[in-house]
């Protein structure tokens, strides 16, 4: 067993008093001289609050009669830090393996591990399960073995289904894949991309069309089944309605994979069919064939943006701004604009702005263009000008800009103007900046700003105020909304059994989707279900739970003080060893994880940024290179902490400041040596508010205020 009683644990806390107390002229008593089952009692009522302490206990426990019950807490150690690769470790250095299988929590704890790993040989070694083994047998290839244990009656109905209908197609018997498939009633949401595929390979195999056109409701997304009636059509030499269907999806769906299909499949027979083509290869970035179709295509605003776009992306600014000029279109004059700003000719930029402010002023690039024009005159030295193009835009950003810029310029009363507008916390602070130098009271405004944001940059850091805990536990803590028991009713109570079977079988992204389909969720809901996804080791569903209260929360309290127990959920303590032995400052790492990636380490970004810490490929191949790596995932944990750690340890020894290594790792060094030399008088405070990116100013503000929420909420795990 886990030693998680509180069993003889007076005599424990007795011994680690006389430990860090000893009495004046007494020799210290050391670990060594502690029971060793006293360590193991100790170890495993700390694993979860204070991992490394356990830990530490654990490495006195050497007698072979305690060796499985130091194994269990040591793999739940490791299981509740996310720590799975060195879990995996651990077993694979055990000798006497077969021994592990007759200990019903160990074996538990290690298919656990397992399963986090996706090692499926030894999930089929260890599980009981059967609807895991067939899962395993599937992902071994052993197709016929998993039929006999995916069952067609279970809550999970639709996801076994699919995967048995998966073996028969592995197997080419496609008549039985198909009359499993048939079998589904009706599709979960998250499952419906995976049921989707399916049918798409059965259309391609099975004789049956006629009961695959039965299916096609079960399709959410209409251009997917589109997509999908299409290759029926082709199947059955229907040309009449596989053209029809084609040209709706084209015109219709252009962005859709069915779209892209089907200009690979036909050809163009006029310039209006062209154009079409080119849109879509456009989209879809294949510029080689959109430059095909566009070239003889109609000539028109689009097809000059496109073909002008294609010449941008490949840094062929001469072509692209010879195709701009004959695009009326909002973003060809906003592209038009860039390329001679990138070329310093700012008053060119600057008159291309304009004309698109002025003839396309409702389009989102008409705001872009005003804030850009902002900053160009910054850059010429026109401050004023700019003031008065932020404040054009009518944004809360770019008000804050034109406000912080009258304040460096002395205008204190115009900019405390326009920052008594707001009520964020970034406005208030600076209320309090410029008061201060006026000479008028502030301490309403002071108190305003620690009690409406406690936990923001400005109260903790500027401010330098403390942070509140509320003592109380988080049910008391509900009961301020009434709160004193769950909501759910008979439809969401089946929902969180699917969740939980979920979570067993490694499926969390599909477990957290069933949890996100309940609907009215009451704060002790959303409680308890950001425990369920902690527990299950999905603490990306456990903190977009919380910050869900959280909103709700500050919309209906005056109080914004929350207890400890919650801050732990959403803020939690993970991968603690691997930070431990790549970082100098915990917090400030787990701050960056939570800010980059919230503890998701399969997180992608749209600029394909990876893992917990977001490496970029290309910066992961120049770490790897530095660091003698060759065979790597950037969303293997462990990896990316090492690479993101390394990273920013780069950024601080060449920017000396945590603020600034903190832009770096966010926007890239180069664009932080661009803002220096364009703010090189600015003190450190200024500069963050000077940054042009409000993405990386806040990623700034938030990072380091969460450095700080972290050690406050978790620095007992060292005492």
Not at 376 to 400: C, N, P, Q, Y
Not at 688 to 716: A, G, H, N
């Amino acid at each position: 067993m886990i030693f998680n009683n509180r069993k003889n644990s007076w005599f424990v806390f007795l011994i680690l008093i006389i430990i860090s107390c000893p009495s004046p002229g007494t020799k210290e008593i050391t670990l060594e001289r502690i029971p060793e089952t006293e360590l193991l009692i100790e170890a495993g009522r700390t694993a979860s609050t204070r991992p490394v302490y356990a830990f530490e206990l654990l490495k006195k426990v050497d007698k072979p009669q305690y060796r499985i019950d130091k194994l269990k807490i040591l793999l739940d150690i490791y299981l509740k830090q996310r720590e799975y690769a060195r879990a995996s470790a651990l077993l694979d250095s055990l000798q006497d393996g077969p021994k592990i299988k007759d200990d019903s929590l160990l074996k538990r704890l290690c298919c656990r591990v397992f399963i986090e790993q996706k090692n499926w040989q030894k999930i089929l070694e260890f599980a009981d399960d059967p609807i895991l083994k067939g899962i395993a047998l599937y992902n071994l290839q052993r197709y016929k073995e998993a039929i006999g244990y995916l069952p067609r009656d279970t809550e999970l109905k639709d996801y076994c289904l699919i995967y048995l209908s998966r073996c028969y197609y592995k197997l080419n018997d496609f008549q039985n894949a198909l009359n499993i498939a048939l079998e589904i009633d009706s599709v979960s949401p998250a499952l419906s991309y995976d049921f989707q595929n399916l049918l798409f390979d059965l259309v391609l195999n099975s004789t049956d069309i006629s009961g695959l056109k039965k299916e096609l409701s079960k399709i959410k997304d209409s251009a997917a089944r589109k997509f999908l009636l299409l290759k029926i059509y082709e199947r059955e030499n229907d040309k009449i309605n596989f053209k029809r269907l084609a040209f709706d999806l084209i015109k219709n769906n252009p962005s859709s994979p069915g779209a892209k299909y089907c200009i690979t499949v036909l050809k163009p027979k006029d310039k209006t069919e062209y154009k079409l083509f080119g849109k879509v290869a456009f989209i879809h970035n294949d510029y080689q064939l959109a430059t095909k179709f566009l070239s003889k295509g109609v000539k028109d605003s689009d097809v000059n943006y496109y073909l002008g776009k294609i010449s941008y992306d490949q840094q062929q600014y001469n072509n692209a701004l010879s195709y701009f000029r004959r695009s009326n279109r909002s973003e060809a004059y906003y592209y038009r604009a860039l390329i001679y700003e990138n070329r310093q000719d700012y008053r060119l930029a600057m008159i291309i702005y304009d004309s698109l402010i002025n003839h396309h002023k409702d389009s989102r690039y008409a705001t872009r263009a005003l804030k850009r024009k902002a900053f160009l005159m910054e850059d010429i030295g026109d401050t004023l000008g700019a003031v008065a193009t932020f404040v054009r835009v009518k944004e809360k950003s770019a008000d804050f800009r034109a406000g912080f810029q009258l304040f460096r310029m002395g205008k204190l009363d115009k900019a405390l103007e326009i920052f008594s507008h707001y009520k964020e916390p970034d406005f208030i602070y600076w209320q309090i900046k410029i008061k201060e130098r006026l000479g008028e009271p502030v301490d309403s405004l002071r108190d305003y700003l620690t009690k409406n944001y406690p936990l923001s940059y400005y109260t903790l850091i500027k401010n330098k105020s403390s942070i509140i805990i509320d003592t109380t536990s988080i049910e008391n803590w509900l009961r301020q909304f009434g709160d004193t028991t769950t909501t759910f009713d008979q439809e969401d109570s089946m929902r969180i059994k699917r969740a939980m079977r979920y979570f067993s079988l490694g499926e969390k992204n599909y477990a957290f989707a069933e949890i996100e389909a309940i609907e009215d969720k009451s704060f002790l809901d959303l409680i308890y279900l950001s425990k369920l996804c902690d527990e299950n080791g999905y603490d990306y569903g456990a903190i977009k739970l919380c910050l869900e209260l959280k909103k709700r929360f500050e919309n209906n309290s005056d109080s914004k003080v929350y207890p400890l127990e919650f801050l732990r959920l959403l803020y939690p303590l993970r991968y603690i060893f691997s930070i431990m032995e790549n970082s100098d400052d915990i917090w400030l790492t787990l701050a960056i994880i939570w800010q980059e990636s919230n503890f998701n380490p399969d997180a992608k970004s749209r600029a394909d940024a990876r893992g917990l810490m977001q490496i970029i490929p290309g910066t992961g191949r120049l770490i790897a290179s530095e660091l003698g790596i060759t065979d790597y995932s950037l969303y293997e944990p462990n990896t990316s902490i090492k690479f993101g750690t390394y990273y920013f340890k780069k950024m601080l020894s060449e920017f000396n400041f945590l603020a600034l290594a903190l832009a770096a790792y966010n926007a890239g060094p180069i664009n932080l040596r661009k803002w220096l030399r364009k703010n090189s008088n600015a003190e450190l405070d200024e500069f963050i508010e000077l940054i042009p990116f409000s993405e990386t100013r806040d990623y700034v503000r938030l990072t380091m205020v969460r450095q700080i929420i972290y050690k406050k909420i978790w620095e007992d795990i060292f005492d």
